[in-house]
C-alpha cells in the first residue's frame, strides 16, 4: 500500500545514514574537550566556553540521566537565580535537570519561549496569517542535598489565559527526584522519581525546547501520533549502568478513550494529572544507547488498559506504542530519523460510545537531515538549512487518514540559547488521493536560558 511504502522508504533513509555517522565517529580522532569528564565537573558551573566542541552545540543530543545523576554540590558558592548553571547547556543536560541541580542555597530559574507566525495557503480556500506567542515557560529547581531535590516546569500557551480565551496555564512537570548512587558506585548512577512526569516517547516529548530542533513547529509525528507534549503522574526509576546505555520505567496515571478522535489519536485522551482517573494505570519505559558522544539510539514502549478510565465503555480498549530513534552529528552535519506506532483495542465498542471514527493503528515516521554552512569557519554562530520527510497516519486502512509533509528550512543560532528559525511544508492530505493539500510558511524565535 502507497503508506507503507512511505514509512519503508523513510526508514531505510535512516537506517543508511544514521549508523554511517556513528561508524565515521568510531574512526575519527574525537576531541577530548567536546564532552568533559562529569566526575570531574561541578555542575553548579557555568561549561567554559573554551572547552566546547568547536563544531558548535549539542542542543539536541542530551543523554537522558547523565545530567540528574551528578549533583551539585550544595557547599557550592554558586549563585542560586536566574539560571547561574543554565547559561550554555551542554550535551549531557536538559534544562529540567539541572535545575533538578539547583545550588542547596537557593532556588535556580530557568525557562524557555516561542513565537510563531503562519500563513496557511490551501489547495482550495482562502490565505490565512496568525501570529501567536505560543509557549512561555518557567523552570524552577531546588536542591534539598546531595541526594534529594525537586524540579518543576510551568507553561502559559497562546499569551493570554481566562474565560473564553486561546491561552491556558499548566503544570507540564513537576518532579521530587531522589538518587540512590552516583558515578562512582560500581552499580554507575540510578534514583527514583515521582510527581508529574514526561512519558519517555520518542525524541521532542522530552527534549522540547526551541533551540533543540529544527524547525518552527515541532514534528507532526510528535503531535499527532506521540502527543507532545505527553506528561502524566506517576513514579519511576532510573538507572545508567554504563557510560553508553541508560534506562528508565515509570507507571503513571492512563489515558480516557472517551477523548479519542479520528484526527487526533489519542491526543485528547491525555489526562495532564487534572483529577486523573487512576483505575487503568500505564506502564512505560525508554532504553538508550550512545555508540559515541554524539550519537544517540533510543527506543521506548507503553501500555495502558484505557477502557478501565471511562465508565461509559465495558472494554479494555488496551493502548500499546512502541518508538525508535536516532540522532547523530558529524563534521557539521545533524542527522535524526523516528518512527512510532500505537495501537487501540476494543475501537468497535469505543466508537459505538463516541461515534468518534478513532482508528486501530496510529502509525508516523520522519527523516531529517541539517547542515551548518559556518561549520568550517571561525565562528560560534550556527546556520542551519535542514529538510525532513513526515509521514503519520491515524487508520492506515483510510487513506483519508494518511498525511505527507514535506519540510525545508533555515535554523539560525546567534548564541546556543537564542534561535531564529523559518521553513516551507508541504502537507499532501489524503495519501495516493489528492485531497485538502496546504502549503505553509512559517517564522519563528525560540530562546532557552
Same mark, same amino acid.
Do not use: C
Given at each position: 500500500m502507497y503508506h507503507?511504502?512511505?514509512v519503508q522508504s523513510l526508514l531505510v533513509l535512516a537506517l543508511v545514514a544514521l549508523p554511517s555517522v556513528a561508524l565515521a565517529q568510531d574512526t575519527t580522532a574525537q576531541d577530548t574537550t567536546a564532552v568533559p569528564d562529569a566526575a570531574a565537573q561541578d555542575t553548579t558551573a557555568v561549561p567554559d566556553a573554551a572547552a566546547q566542541d568547536t563544531e558548535g552545540p549539542e542542543l539536541d543530543l542530551p543523554p537522558e540521566d547523565d545530567a540528574i545523576d551528578i549533583p551539585a554540590d550544595p557547599n557550592s558558592s554558586t549563585s542560586g537565580n536566574a539560571g547561574s548553571n543554565l547559561t550554555l547547556p551542554t550535551a549531557y543536560s536538559r534544562p529540567i535537570d539541572r535545575v533538578l541541580q539547583s545550588p542547596s542555597n537557593g532556588v535556580t530559574i530557568a525557562g524557555y519561549g516561542e513565537m510563531h507566525y503562519t500563513r496557511t495557503d490551501p489547495d482550495e480556500g482562502q490565505v490565512s496569517n496568525e501570529i501567536d506567542m505560543h509557549r512561555m515557560v518557567l523552570?524552577? +529547581?531546588?536542591?534539598?542535598?546531595?541526594?534529594?531535590? @525537586?524540579?518543576? %516546569?510551568?507553561? =502559559?500557551?497562546?499569551?493570554?489565559?481566562?474565560?473564553g480565551k486561546v491561552g491556558e496555564v499548566s503544570v507540564e512537570q513537576a518532579i521530587v527526584d531522589y538518587r540512590f548512587t552516583d558515578r562512582t558506585s560500581a552499580y554507575g548512577p540510578m534514583g527514583m522519581r515521582a510527581g508529574?512526569?514526561?512519558?519517555?516517547?520518542?525524541?521532542?516529548?522530552?527534549?522540547?525546547?526551541p533551540p533543540l530542533f529544527h524547525g518552527v513547529e515541532r514534528p507532526m509525528v510528535d503531535k499527532v501520533i506521540i502527543?507532545?507534549?505527553?506528561?502524566?503522574?506517576?513514579? +519511576?526509576?532510573?538507572?545508567?549502568?554504563?557510560?553508553? @546505555?541508560?534506562? %528508565?520505567?515509570? =507507571?503513571?496515571?492512563?489515558?480516557?478513550?472517551?477523548?479519542?478522535?479520528?484526527?487526533?489519536?489519542?491526543?485528547?485522551g491525555r489526562q495532564k494529572v487534572g483529577e486523573a482517573r487512576t483505575d487503568g494505570l500505564a506502564f512505560t519505559?525508554?532504553?538508550q544507547y550512545e555508540p559515541t558522544n554524539q550519537t544517540v539510539l533510543g527506543v521506548s514502549a507503553y501500555y495502558n488498559a484505557a477502557g478501565k478510565n471511562a465508565d461509559a465503555i465495558d472494554a479494555n480498549v488496551n493502548v500499546l506504542g512502541v518508538s525508535a530513534d536516532a540522532r547523530g552529528k558529524l563534521k557539521g552535519f545533524e542527522a535524526r530519523?523516528?518512527?512510532?506506532m500505537f495501537t487501540i483495542g476494543d475501537t468497535e465498542e469505543l466508537n459505538a460510545v463516541t461515534d468518534a471514527g478513532v482508528g486501530d493503528t496510529l502509525l508516523g515516521a520522519y527523516a531529517e537531515l541539517a547542515y551548518d554552512i559556518f561549520h568550517?569557519?571561525?565562528?560560534?554562530?550556527?546556520?542551519?538549512?535542514?529538510?525532513?520527510?513526515?509521514?503519520?497516519?491515524?487508520?492506515?486502512?483510510?487513506?483519508?487518514?494518511t498525511t505527507i509533509d514535506i519540510v525545508g528550512g533555515l535554523t539560525f543560532r546567534p548564541i546556543p540559547q537564542v534561535v531564529f528559525k523559518a521553513d516551507w511544508i508541504h502537507r499532501r492530505k489524503g495519501g495516493s488521493v489528492a485531497n485538502d493539500n496546504v502549503n505553509l510558511l512559517n517564522l519563528g524565535v525560540g530562546f532557552l536560558y
Open positions: 507503507f511504502k512511505i523552570y524552577v +529547581g531546588k536542591q534539598f542535598d546531595k541526594r534529594l531535590s @525537586f524540579g518543576a %516546569e510551568i507553561e =502559559v500557551e497562546h499569551a493570554i489565559v481566562g474565560e508529574i512526569v514526561l512519558v519517555p516517547m520518542g525524541i521532542v516529548n522530552q527534549w522540547h525546547e502527543p507532545s507534549t505527553w506528561r502524566e503522574g506517576g513514579a +519511576g526509576f532510573y538507572h545508567r549502568p554504563t557510560e553508553e @546505555f541508560s534506562y %528508565e520505567l515509570y =507507571v503513571v496515571g492512563g489515558l480516557n478513550p472517551l477523548d479519542f478522535s479520528a484526527g487526533n489519536g489519542i491526543r485528547g519505559g525508554r532504553a530519523a523516528q518512527f512510532a568550517t569557519l571561525d565562528m560560534d554562530e550556527q546556520l542551519l538549512p535542514f529538510a525532513r520527510v513526515e509521514y503519520y497516519d491515524t487508520d492506515p486502512d483510510d487513506d483519508l487518514r
